[in-house]
């Protein structure tokens, strides 16, 4: 499940501080998170959906970042109307923190479909006739317009830990779906407020934004992945950027 390790990150690549060691001390356990990057493919060019993070956000402000956030525990209670693809569900699995389990993979793209519910208002799913119902606030908001989740218009493309010794740090999934699995107009974009000035930009502009370093790297996987067929971005591998004796190290995730 696993491919051979790619080696150590380009180093003129990271010179961006989220890429750094910081204080040193002992390392904070990093927290499951997932992120969810929505394309357009009507227009002459692929678009993605970003947004831009407030000043006063402590994690990466100001930053141009795609929707995520960290897994909320409602998050592995969930149902969805259709699960993982096999093929996803056991990229997820592999070299997974803690215990591996079919739930908490399931978990990491729902929360992906989540947070970018709640930070865009856009909701990813399929209409059913009986949603259902959740006391989670923005599970209930995302249900009470008669969606489900439908986990099997998501690819993995994409794994990233933060640096050690950050006072916040996140084990990423990055996830990709069609903006055709999009309930409703995908440009009217109207979500919590956590995100500001979101706009749908082809991948190549968006290389031009203030962006973390690790958004600028899943952007050109991203850029490479949709110049190919639908079949060999299924078999592409899914790098996973991680840290060893303060080098960034890119592994390769593969079936």
């Given amino acids: 499940m696993t491919g051979a390790e790619a080696g150590v990150f380009d180093p003129k690549k990271t010179r961006e501080q989220e890429f750094r060691d910081g204080t040193a001390g002992r390392a904070v356990r990093p927290r499951d998170a997932a992120t969810l990057i929505l394309v357009r493919n009507d227009g002459p060019t692929p678009q993605v959906l970003m947004g831009q993070r407030h000043a006063d956000h402590k994690f990466m402000p100001n930053k141009f970042v795609f929707p ?15 699960d993982l693809r096999s093929d996803v569900a056991k990229l997820l699995l592999a070299r997974m923190r803690g215990t591996p389990s079919e739930n908490r993979a399931r978990a990491l793209a729902l929360a992906a479909i989540r947070e970018t519910f709640e930070e865009t208002g856009l909701a990813v799913g399929r209409l059913i006739d009986t949603p259902q119902r959740s006391k989670h606030k923005d599970w209930g908001a995302y249900f009470s317009i008669g969606v489900s989740p439908a986990l099997g218009a998501l690819d993995f493309v ?23 699995h999009i309930h409703g107009d995908p440009s009217k974009v109207a979500g919590s407020g956590e995100l500001q000035g979101l706009h749908w930009i082809g991948t190549k502009d968006a290389q031009d934004l203030d962006l973390p370093n690790i958004t600028r790297t899943i952007l050109a ?29 890119r592994d390769m995730l593969s079936l």
Avoid: M, W
Avoid at 68 to 82: F, N
Avoid at 226 to 249: E, W
């Fill in 158 to 180: 994409a794994r990233a830990i933060t640096p050690p010794y950050r006072t916040r740090r996140f084990d990423t999934r990055f996830f990709i779906a069609d903006a055709e």
């Fill in 221 to 249: 996987e991203i850029d490479e992945r949709l110049r190919l067929t639908s079949a060999a971005q299924k078999a592409r591998a899914v790098p996973f950027i991680h840290f060893r004796k303060n080098q960034a190290i």
């Fill in 68 to 82: 995520g956030g960290r897994v909320d525990p409602a998050d592995s209670r969930i149902r969805p109307v259709e």
